[in-house]
């Protein structure tokens, strides 16, 4: 893991507390596997099996159905190149999912129900789809803040090519490998799809394409002044959203052309308004930029004009943070009402009571005692990185125990959180003071906690689109 955290915040689905209570997680997804990218108007694909490249443009519908634990999908492609080609396709998956709730995992299996697929070139060439065998299995592993997924695909499609002018007929096969890779969570989505084409004609001749197509959706912050002196506040942010795939083939058809094309498509940005923070005594905070954003963003819910950055976060109060930042899914509705609190000292009547016993349920916060959370207690910064990383799932991520941090107070570091200090400084939320100790029992500050809260969040949706897409399309 690389540490890209950078002075632009880029977060995915930020929302003000109201819409986190209908907000769905993103999701993202190439549509069918043959490298196209599409917005909300057109989509585009490259077709190969000439021997030279076409380009497609035109329209692609998704529809979803989920019954009984099968999930139908179904694509058509109506298409059409500048030269007056044609391209129809009609596809129909089936997917049946298996919950392991016990192991915190999914897998599925995706076989090909229905299909049909004509492509008509100039006046004399015809590609017919004849055969479809397809066979695709994914593993998703349900962390609390972000699911991560990894899937495999082998497939082969067998089309008869038919010249109208000489009136012959032959076969031609197509075998596909490929693998998919993606995450999605509250704040948004990444899935890159790589396949590799392998086209063999009937007398022989071979050619090879690998067509890499990545889906993301995410929204940026960014702050809008308001121009106006004589106005009750300076300025706020907004929350722009936006949605893109990129492709790219590249291609060795040794009975015709080789080379590489890159295709993008961008759905139109939407734009939305956050509530204005208005804190004074924020002037001098190196904070201020990320306390604002959270506040902004809902996470914090303050109803004083003081912020009050260098007192003490208490457990309290970042608990709820971050679990209101990540969602956690903690707003699904529960299985039974609680009648009892989980901790004597937390209310089960607290408006956040349902954050702080979903992350309990889901292995993300500990009570001080099995009974006793210390709400008001200061937090310290190893139980903060233990909240991040446990929410994240990544402390399997360390290397085998017996390894050594890069601190110089390592030896006070306990057992049970050294896993997620090396994680969290492997990702760049955390770093060392001036002096190399990472102070594990000292308590943090509610503009300190702000400024990793932001990391936290900008992990969530720019380090892991860098990681899903740039690091596998350019390295």
Known sequence: ????????????????????????????????????????????????????????????????????GTITTTYKFTLSSAAGDKLTRSVVYTTEVDDHADKGQSTSQTSVKSYTEKVTIGKDWTYTLDDYQFSKGVVSDHRPASDYYSGNVIARKIYKVANRATKSEELLTVNLTGRTMGYENFWGATETQIMEHHIVTASGREGFVTSKVSDSKSRVLEYEPNEPDLSSFKGGHAVIST????????????????????????????????????????????????IEKLYSLGIYDESSQFFSPNTPMTRYQFAVGVL????????????????????????????????????????????????????????????????????????????????????????????????????????????????????????????????????????????????????????
Do not use: C, H
């Open 1 to 68: 893991m690389m540490n890209r955290i950078g002075n632009k915040v880029v977060l995915v689905g930020l929302m003000v507390i109201a819409l986190f209570l209908v907000s769905p997680k993103a999701e993202a997804k190439p549509l069918d596997y043959y490298g196209g990218v599409a917005n909300e108007y057109e989509y585009e694909e490259v077709f190969f099996l000439t021997g030279y490249p076409i380009n497609f443009k035109g329209k692609a519908t998704v529809t979803e159905r989920e019954s009984r």
């Open 243 to 290: 949605s893109n795939m990129v492709s790219e083939y590249t291609y060795d058809l040794q009975y015709g052309s080789k080379g590489k094309i890159k295709l993008s498509q961008e759905m139109t940005p939407k734009i939305e308004r956050l509530i204005v923070p208005k804190f004074r005594d924020l002037t001098y905070s190196s904070a201020r930029e990320d």
């Open 324 to 475: 209101r930042g990540v969602d956690l899914r903690v707003l699904e509705e529960p299985k039974k009402t609680a009648t009892k609190s989980i901790f004597k000292d937390v209310s089960i009547k607290d408006p956040n009571y349902r954050y702080i016993q979903s992350a309990v349920e889901k292995g993300v916060i500990n009570g001080v005692t099995p009974d006793k959370f210390v709400p008001d207690g200061p937090i310290t910064r190893m139980q903060a990185v233990a909240i991040m990383m446990r929410s994240l799932g990544m402390e399997g991520r360390a290397p085998t125990p017996g390894y050594k941090l890069n601190f110089t107070d390592n030896g006070k570091i306990p057992a049970w959180g050294k896993d997620a200090v090396y994680v969290s400084t492997e990702i760049g939320l955390i770093q060392g003071d001036r002096n190399g100790r990472f102070n594990p029992d000292q308590p943090i500050t509610r503009a300190e906690a702000s400024i990793i809260m932001v990391r936290f969040l900008n992990f969530l949706e720019n380090d892991l689109k860098q990681n899903y897409r740039e690091d596998i399309f350019f390295y």
